[in-house]
């Protein structure tokens, strides 16, 4: 399973690292220790807190979420696969992406809930991009 160290779960989820660093000492995302002694936030909590913070906002005044040439770094938080087709979520700080591809696609990409991604977007297309 992906794990994500408080800066990149900050960069996720659109916050500075000492606020996420708040988070976690708050309780409201849990965190454990590598052999290193890094504190590290497993993927799939990440995705769930992220959904759930898009859902109930922060809190805190937060600057938007921006993107540079349609590239929204974010966390997978869902995957719906059918037979043909699937269905990928990725939360981009407050922004929630869904993409329609295929699910050969998903599986070459290796995607997982909780796994880094970006996602971007031109036109009416959400491409996704695994980190």
Known sequence: MH??????AA???GVSPDTARRW???GRVATHR???GRRL???RDLAAFSVELA???SGEEEAPYTSARNAFPGIVTA???GD???QVEIQAGPHRLVSLLTREAVEELGLEVGMEATARVKSTNVHIDRL
Do not use: C, H, P
Not at 3 to 8: A, E, H, L, V
């Open 24 to 26: 976690a000492d708050a």
């Open 3 to 8: 794990s994500y160290t408080i800066g990149q």
């Open 34 to 36: 590598d052999e290193s």
């Open 84 to 86: 043909v087709a699937a």
């Open 55 to 57: 859902r109930t906002g």
């Open 79 to 81: 995957i719906k696969l």
């Open 41 to 43: 936030i497993d993927g």
């Open 11 to 13: 960069r996720l989820l």
